[in-house]
């Protein structure tokens, strides 16, 4: 199942961005480089109505990035350009 809304801003990005998902349950948030490696993974546990959530890729190379998310079995995934 996929997860119904989910906002990446700003992307681009300087590195600095704020992910906000249509959840109520904890969300696991991956990023892969171009390659397919897996350079990030964290949970993140949640008790809002919608998880909000700053995170900083400021020590990553200028470049094309896939940002994958996972909260209550459902996934999406979204293209994150860092500037």
Do not use: C, H
């Amino acid at each position: 199942m996929l997860i119904s809304k989910f906002s990446v801003y700003p992307n681009p990005s300087k590195g600095t961005i704020k992910l906000i998902v249509s959840t109520f349950s904890d969300v696991k948030i991956n990023l892969f480089d171009i390659s397919g490696r897996n350079i990030y993974s964290n949970w993140f546990e949640n008790k809002q109505i919608n998880f909000n959530q700053e995170i900083n890729f400021g020590v990553l190379s200028k470049g094309i990035y896939l940002l994958s998310i996972e909260s209550d079995g459902k996934k999406a995934s979204k293209k994150l350009i860092i500037e």
